[in-house]
């Protein structure tokens, strides 16, 4: 578990690159909660959590990252359809105005395409401008 409370994407770069050397890891969970954090750190995030090929379980919590967009979002999406073995997955970005809702719906569909995912019913979550709420149906 890693609370990150007050980083930057100046050092999310350097924190992240560590992940890669992590490869046998197959929990993880980040809280990013209130971090300063932007397009750039959820690249650098997406760039190491894109080397853990044995990830099972990922939680990250973003609220309050009023820095991402759309740019940071989309990186994300894509590294989540690399994570081929991942089973429990959690995420909440709340709070981010800068989010289209266009760009949500797209990391619903790519989440929704994990094996994990496949017979989970997307229609009952809120799609809402600037927040994102996702949970493994193992949750529900």
């Avoid at 007050?6 to 971090?35: H, M, P």
């Avoid at 991942?86 to 289209?100: P, Y």
């Amino acid at each position: 578990f890693w609370k990150l409370q007050g980083i930057t994407d100046a050092c999310f770069g350097q924190v992240f690159s560590e992940l890669r050397e992590l490869k046998s890891l197959t929990q993880l969970k980040i809280n990013l909660a209130g971090c300063n954090i932007g397009d750039n750190g959820l690249i650098g995030l997406s760039k190491g959590l894109n080397k853990l090929s044995l990830l099972e379980g990922l939680e990250l919590d973003c609220q309050k990252s009023l820095k991402v967009t759309d740019i940071g979002l989309q990186e994300l999406a894509k590294m989540l359809g690399t994570l081929l073995k991942l089973q429990d997955f959690s995420m909440k970005i709340i709070g981010c105005d800068k989010l289209s809702k266009s760009q949500i719906e797209t990391l619903y569909s790519i989440v929704r395409s994990l094996p994990a995912f496949q017979e989970y019913d997307f229609t009952n979550e809120p799609i809402n401008h600037g927040t994102v709420y996702i949970r493994s149906p193992k949750y529900f």
